[in-house]
């Protein structure tokens, strides 16, 4: 079989998966409204997708503060956290597993999003430039929008962003998920408070590395207090040049974070690879010095190929690969690559926003017409 390592088994944590595929994170903005909360046709497009190694659910805010996007689903209602249940439940009746990701998208959001109209907060009140958000107007229509002017956080408000993420925490472990990632990359709130070019702040949690990455690691310490370490993950872009964010110490601020999660204990790195989004490739270099400080579990996610996945953790470069697009068109991929069959094209009108179709419609290999 050309891909027997990828589809072999691996531990991540304490969790035995039952091979090395995948799902990655996939914002659909398709929650129910009002209130964002997962519906019964989320469950379905989950289960569907049970038969990957480990599913990692679409980024979901920890707050109405911490959403940047129209119907995305949050995780801090009981009405949000009961719909999770159903979704987890209906994973775990396929004999899947699902991790929950847990995100707050800082300055990427708009005040007709936030609570009142309020501004979205920030490390420092610093606009997100070319970067547009989806938003319902005032006239009930949908469209994008330019991400607003957000306001600096107090530091004495940042204790309250590590008790957003401990309360979602508390409800996906009560929900049933079998692990929980901290989305600290592609330009959201945890990124903006490690990079360089959007934390301009003299506090505590702003100026050197250890300050900048203060707020993700008390976040993280926060959620393993809750879940354990070896059930959680965290999610992070170093060359990640999306929504105007820019980092002149990316390398050395993630390698930095990269030993600390190795004294939390964090079961595995999400590494997504920012040259999709227009940043730099990683270099060999640096996925080494990645693996020297970091002894968990390292998932790579960035458009590969089932050969490509399966090279690279041959290497040793990885212990998994989370697939995107491939997922979001064909919920059988662990039976697709296994028959070294084809995969179905992903309709991109469909991806944000809309009902079944582009959504659990997609057809498995069983169904699709014999020829």
């Known amino acids: 079989m050309p891909y027997d390592t990828l589809l072999s088994p691996v531990t991540i944590g304490n969790l035995e ?4 595929v995948m799902m990655a994170p996939l914002t659909r903005n398709r929650a129910s409204q009002p209130g964002d909360v997962p519906s019964e046709m989320n469950a379905l497009y989950y289960a569907q997708r049970a038969s990957a190694g480990l599913i990692v659910t679409e980024a979901t805010q920890v707050s109405r503060q911490g959403q940047g996007y129209w119907a995305t689903p949050g995780m801090y209602s009981d009405a949000q956290e009961a719909g999770w249940k159903a979704i987890a439940g209906a994973v775990h009746a396929r004999h899947g597993r699902i991790a929950q990701q847990l995100w707050h998208v ?13 501004p979205p907060v920030a490390p420092s009140a610093i606009r997100a430039r070319n970067t547009q958000v989806f938003v319902r107007n005032d006239d009930g229509s949908f469209g994008m929008i330019d991400a607003d002017n957000p306001r600096a956080l107090e530091t004495n408000e940042i204790p309250g962003i590590v008790l957003q993420f401990v309360d979602a925490a508390h409800r996906a472990k ?12 592609n330009g959201y709130l945890l990124h903006q408070f490690m990079a360089t070019g959007t ?8 100026g050197s590395v250890e300050n900048r990455l203060r707020l993700t690691i008390d976040v993280l310490e926060a959620v ?7 059930r959680v993950g965290i999610r992070v872009s170093p060359n990640f040049i999306g929504f105007d964010l820019q980092d002149d110490e990316a390398d050395t601020s993630s390698l930095h974070l990269a030993s600390e999660l190795k004294r939390i204990g964090v079961a595995y790195l999400h590494l997504a690879e920012g040259d999709w989004a227009g940043g730099e490739p990683l270099t060999e270099d640096y996925r080494r010095a990645l693996r020297e400080a970091y002894d968990g579990s390292i998932i790579l ?17 990885a212990d998994a690969v989370a697939f995107g697009r491939a997922y979001l068109a064909n919920p059988d991929l662990v039976e697709r690559i296994r028959a070294n069959a084809p995969l179905n094209t992903p309709d991109e009108s469909t991806f944000y926003g809309g009902a079944e179709k582009g959504y659990t419609d997609y057809p498995t290999l069983d169904e699709m017409p014999k020829t």
């Open 174 to 185: 009560r929900a049933g998920f079998d692990m929980i990632e901290v989305h600290a990359a």
């Open 106 to 118: 800082g300055r990427v959001s708009h005040r007709l999003i936030q609570d009142g109209g309020a």
């Open 224 to 230: 393993c207090g809750v879940m354990g370490a070896n």
């Open 199 to 206: 934390n301009h702040r003299t506090d505590d949690y702003g």
């Open 17 to 20: 998966l039952p091979n090395r």
């Open 301 to 317: 996610c960035g458009n590969y190929t089932a050969k490509q996945a399966n090279q690279r953790i041959e290497r040793g470069d």
